[in-house]
T-cell receptor, first 120, second 110 residues
């Protein structure tokens, strides 16, 4: 079975340029998560989609960051303009979440292999 | 605010030398605690979910346990291929997102 697919695996660009990261979640999953990982802060949640709708974007650092999920099989994370402090590894994860009232199922999140982003 | 603290930050073991990794957490009602393994250049790979204090789960040389304040990942007779960063995460009741610790980097030498 295909896992979560991210592209590109590596991206090096100059400050001020637009960066677009892409993610294809596992087929059948209804939830998608974007994370950023750095040595200093570890793995931080940026935004979470459920059924293609953004549910929690409180982790998005600032307006330079935006994310979309136009359909169940594709999502993008865009940084415009990029800055050197955005350099990190960005991960996408997906899972199936069923909600019954206030309870959520605990299907584990499955991660892609990340995009290593370097802003010069 | 949910918090997860993992210790030690790094651990070096000889092959066959058993040890434990610690994950301390504070959460407003634990729905689940997750352990992941992360290899260099890869995304985290799911290992276990624990739901309630006293629960234990095993997979090969790994055993995860849970109390009301912490979880342990016990590694019995580790092999070099167990070298990786091990991440712990918690999910609170009423939420579908995870809060991760910074991980423990394990190196097992032959």
């Amino acid at each position: 079975d295909a896992g979560v697919i991210q592209s590109p695996r590596h991206e090096v660009t100059e400050m001020g340029q637009e960066v677009t990261l892409r993610c294809k979640p596992i087929s059948g999953h209804n939830s998608l998560f974007w994370y950023r990982q750095t040595m200093m802060r570890g793995l931080e949640l940026l935004i979470y989609f459920n059924n293609n709708v953004p549910i929690d974007d409180s982790g998005m650092p600032e307006d330079r960051f935006s994310a979309k999920m136009p359909n169940a099989s594709f999502s993008t994370l865009k940084i415009q303009p990029s800055e050197p402090r955005d350099s990190a590894v960005y991960f996408c994860a997906s899972s199936f979440i069923a909600r019954t009232g206030a309870l959520y199922s605990n299907q584990p999140q499955h991660f892609g292999d990340g995009t290593r982003l370097s802003i010069l | 605010e949910d918090q997860v603290t993992q210790s030690p930050e790094a651990l070096r073991l000889q092959e066959g030398e058993s040890s434990s990794l610690n994950c301390s957490y504070t959460v407003s009602g634990l729905r689940g605690l997750f352990w992941y393994r992360q290899d260099p250049g890869k995304g985290p790979e799911f290992l276990f979910t624990l739901y309630s204090a006293g629960e234990e789960k095993e997979k090969e040389r790994l055993k995860a346990t849970l109390t009301k304040k912490e979880s342990f990942l016990h590694i019995t007779a580790p092999k070099p291929e167990d070298s990786a960063t091990y991440l712990c995460a918690v999910q609170a009741h009423g939420y579908s997102t995870l809060t991760f610790g910074k991980g423990t980097m394990l190196l097992v030498s032959p």
